[in-house]
T-cell receptor
């Protein structure tokens, strides 16, 4: 089992460029999440999904879009990147109830 | 909105016990968690406690929950250099689709 994988691991964008971060999990989890981690801010939830074909906004959704077309994949899109989106992005998956979330290794994104 | 607070830093001598404290605001919390993040990695669940329990022990880890004061603590006995990491307190509630709210993390530094 690979667990939760994220691609790419690192990326540098220019302001205004777009990109998609891919998260994949092989544990058949219903729930998937995208977080960003910034110094002194902890983890903040961007968007989440409680099942294939569903998405919902988290705490900081502006500037991001997501899609969950397949149960095992959760995509995070930045349509027009801004320097404020420089961060480390973590994907996680889990089950309902005792919500143990399994985290990917992170994507470090820099927007110049 | 709901919040989880914890101190940002803790220094402990190797072999001593570490105690990391956390407070939260949501009285409807169902589960409370401690996650560990090592450098360059995602978060990993260390332990969790159901809200109707007041203590849980797992090898070197002891979790204490004071539901009345909304206070959670994590005690690590015989702290080792491998325990050096960031520890996140977190809580979830069925009232919020089981979404987890994380604290900002406590960086544990081990002194030789």
């Amino acid at each position: 089992n690979a667990g939760v994988t994220q691609t790419p691991k690192f990326r540098v964008l220019k302001t205004g460029q777009s990109m998609t971060l891919l998260c994949a999990q092989d544990m058949n989890h219903e729930y998937m999440y995208w977080y960003r981690q910034d110094p002194g801010m902890g983890l903040r939830l961007i968007h989440y999904s409680v099942g294939e074909g569903t998405t919902a906004k988290g705490e900081v959704p502006d500037g991001y879009n997501v899609s969950r077309l397949k149960k095992q994949n959760f995509l995070l899109g930045l349509e027009s990147a801004a320097p404020s989106q420089t961060s480390v992005y973590f994907c996680a998956s889990g089950l309902a109830g005792v919500n143990e979330q399994f985290f990917g290794p992170g994507t470090r994104l820099t927007v110049l | 909105g709901e919040d989880v607070e914890q101190s940002l830093f803790l220094s402990v001598r190797e072999g001593d016990s570490s105690v990391i404290n956390c407070t939260y605001t949501d009285s409807s919390s169902t589960y409370l968690y401690w996650y560990k993040q090592e450098p360059g990695a995602g978060l990993q669940l260390l332990t969790y406690i159901f809200s109707n329990m007041d203590m849980k022990q797992d090898q070197r880890l002891t979790v204490l929950l004071n539901k009345k004061d909304k206070h959670l603590s994590l005690r690590i006995a015989d702290t080792q250099t491998g325990d050096s990491a960031i520890y996140f307190c977190a809580e979830s509630s069925m009232n919020r689709d089981d979404k987890i709210i994380f604290g900002k993390g406590t960086r544990l530094h081990i002194l030789p």
